[in-house]
């Protein structure tokens, strides 16, 4: 027996008198459940007669799912479903709104379902497209989302999901098969700043330090100006670029990883750097134990924006080394030199959300590719 027809076969009396539920989840009684069924089916002897009202119809489904009250949204959208004589695209609609119910009730396999039925009659229409393909890469299939997209024609989504493919293939040991995937990903899009960070991330731990050279002045060449610092960013993180990426890992001062800092600030500086950019080149050389050349950088980098708030906090930190405090002094000023040190540097274009490590997608907007470096702390 199918969840939909549970509600289905439930004969339940109307209550007159009683005011509608409007109780959510668990705490909704049968008094609740009694009303809406009576409201359904007087809207559903309206519908029949008037074709228009079908859209109040499941504009009143829609009101139900934002509520959070799922099963009532799909009894309703059910309801219209099984009327017989029910024109073609009123049925895709109402499946399509099924599908949505399902899934924002986590009932991953019947949004599919629903979905699917909606495409059996309308075709590859790119609302269903979008969800089958945002419900593939929530469950982690994303070879399948990276087809979803690539119907819906959005390579720098399609070569995201490769760029994950890649990364699960690699962890499975199947390097030559994720080498493939991520060159494919780069095909479709050579925006693809994931892409290109898995690309040099593996390079890198490889200790091909001339490719990792000759690929890290293309991807600079390839990847849109606002988002190199993302690129920077995860190589220093070397970690899975799409697992829980560290804000600071202990690897970042071996000097192991020295020749590639050196590579990539000597990249840098050859490829128009801006303020951003001109931060992280500082950065790069700090770690190498590089501080003069470091200060020479922080420096540009106010000349360019004098409101860089960490490139400030560096400099004062270098500056206080040539200070003579008193120990409390100096033990006041680390406590805020480290808790600035903790601001979240990241933030949502679209959304304004914060974060100290970066993003693709936002996990709060969904929006692609929208993250941007604080430079100001008012921003
Ligand atoms: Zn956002």
Not at 185 to 192: E, K, M, N, Q, V
Not at 265 to 280: A, G, K, L
Not at 297 to 323: P, S, V
Request: positive net charge; aromatic residues 10%.
């Amino acid at each position: 027996m199918s969840f939909l027809s549970v509600f289905k076969k439930k004969k339940m009396t109307a209550s007159e008198n009683r005011a509608p539920s409007y109780l959510s989840g668990a705490g909704k009684g049968r008094s609740g459940l009694a009303d809406t069924r009576a409201a359904i089916d007087e809207l559903s002897k309206v519908v029949k007669d008037t074709p228009e009202a079908v859209e109040i119809y499941l504009a009143l489904g829609n009101l139900y799912r934002s509520q959070g009250e799922i099963e009532r949204a799909a009894q309703i959208r059910n309801s219209l479903i099984v009327r017989p004589g029910l024109d073609p695209a009123i049925k895709s609609r109402a499946l399509y709104e099924l599908g949505r119910d399902f899934s924002r009730g986590g009932f991953l396999d019947r949004a599919v379902n629903a979905f699917e039925k909606a495409r059996e009659i309308v075709g590859d229409s790119p609302e269903i497209l979008t969800e089958l393909a945002e419900l593939a890469a929530g469950s982690r299939e994303f070879e399948k989302a990276a087809i979803f997209y690539s119907k819906l024609n959005q390579p720098l989504q399609e070569a995201h999901y490769l760029a994950r493919l890649a990364e699960d293939y690699s962890s499975a040991g199947e390097d030559s098969l994720a080498q493939r995937t991520l060159k494919k990903a780069l095909r479709i899009s050579s925006h693809s700043v994931e892409s290109w960070l898995l690309v040099l991330t593996r390079l890198k731990q490889e200790g091909s330090l001339e490719k990792f050279k000759k690929e890290f002045q293309t991807a600079l060449s390839q990847v849109p100006k606002h988002l190199i610092f993302v690129l920077v960013e995860g190589i220093l993180a070397e970690s899975l670029v799409f697992g829980d990426t560290p804000v600071t890992t202990k690897d970042q001062g071996n000097n192991r990883n020295y020749p590639y800092y050196q590579v990539m600030v000597e990249e840098i500086s050859q490829s128009d750097p801006d303020v951003i950019m001109h931060y992280y080149g500082a950065r790069l050389l700090q770690l190498c134990g590089k501080q003069d050349e470091a200060e020479v950088w922080l420096e540009k980098t106010l000349m360019l924006n004098q409101n860089f708030w960490l490139a400030r906090l560096e400099l004062f930190n270098l500056a206080q080394k040539q200070q003579e405090l008193t120990p409390s002094f100096k033990n006041q000023l680390d406590f805020f030199v480290n808790v600035a040190r903790k601001v979240q540097r990241f933030t949502c274009s679209s959304c304004g959300l914060k974060r100290d490590r970066i993003f693709f997608n936002c996990p709060r907007c969904r929006s692609w590719h929208s993250i941007s470096f604080r430079k100001e702390l008012n921003q």
